[in-house]
C-alpha cells in the first residue's frame, strides 16, 4: 500500500520500500501522479454529469486523500473451497475508486440492485471505476456505492489463478465537508445524509472493520 504524499509536501504515512527492485519507489510515485491526473479529470466529469459547473469539486480536491493498493492474488495450486471468496463482498468508503485490472480470466465480480452477482469483465486499457459510501452520500445515493467481491477463477482457463490488481482509492481533502449536492435534492427528494467530514467518515468506517474482524 501507497499513501501518496500531500501536494504541499505532508506525508500521509511514511512508505516503506523494499530493497529490491531498487526502481519500485520511482515507478509507483510516477503511477501516484499519473493516478492524480486521472483523479482530476473524473472529478470534472463527475461534476458535469451531476449537472454541476465543471470546477465544483475543485476546491476540495485541490489537495485529495489518495490510497494506492496494489494487490497480487497468488496462484493456487490446492483448489479453494467451495465458495471460498479472494475477498469478501464489500463497498469502499470514499469517492472513486480506479481499478486496473490485469487480465486474469474471472476474479471481479459486481452485485447489480437484486444482489445478483455480475462478472466485471477485463476490458484491455480501460479501469473500472467504482463509486465508494462516501460519494453516495454526497450524491443522496443517485450513484450508488458498488457492492463487489474477488471470486475465485477456474484455473483451467489459463492454467493459473494468480492474478494482479492496482487500485487507487480517491477523497477529496479530510477537512472537506460532505453534504448533499444541490443537484441531488429537491422537495420531493430531500437530503438523506446529514454533513460529515470527508476524513472522519472514511476513519470511522476502517475503525468499524477493524472492530468487526477483532470480534470474529
Known sequence: MFNAPHREGRAVKPNIWPAEPPELSGLVREWCGEILTLTDRLTRLSA???????????????????????????????????????????????????????????????????????????????????????????????????????????????????RLSMVAFTA??????VACLPSCCDEANPPRYAPVKSGEYIWSKIAAS??????A
Do not use: C, M
Not at 89 to 118: C, F, M, N, S
Not at 210 to 215: K, Q
Open 48 to 162: 458535469l454529469a451531476l449537472d454541476l459547473p465543471e470546477n465544483h469539486f475543485d476546491p476540495v480536491f485541490e489537495d485529495p486523500a489518495l490510497t494506492l493498493r496494489f494487490v497480487h492474488y497468488p496462484d493456487q495450486v490446492e483448489p479453494p473451497a467451495p465458495g471460498q471468496l479472494r475477498y469478501g463482498a464489500h463497498h469502499d468508503y470514499g469517492g472513486l475508486t480506479i481499478l486496473r485490472q490485469d487480465q486474469a480470466p474471472g476474479g471481479l465480480e459486481v452485485a447489480d440492485k437484486e444482489g445478483v452477482w455480475h462478472e466485471a469483465g477485463v476490458v484491455p486499457n480501460s479501469f473500472v471505476i467504482n463509486v465508494g459510501d462516501l460519494l453516495a452520500r454526497w450524491t443522496n445515493d443517485r450513484w450508488r456505492s458498488t457492492l463487489h467481491r474477488v471470486s475465485n477463477p477456474n484455473r483451467a482457463l489459463t492454467g493459473s489463478t494468480a
Open 172 to 177: 477529496p481533502n479530510e477537512e472537506a465537508e
Open 210 to 215: 477493524h472492530d468487526i474482524s477483532t470480534a
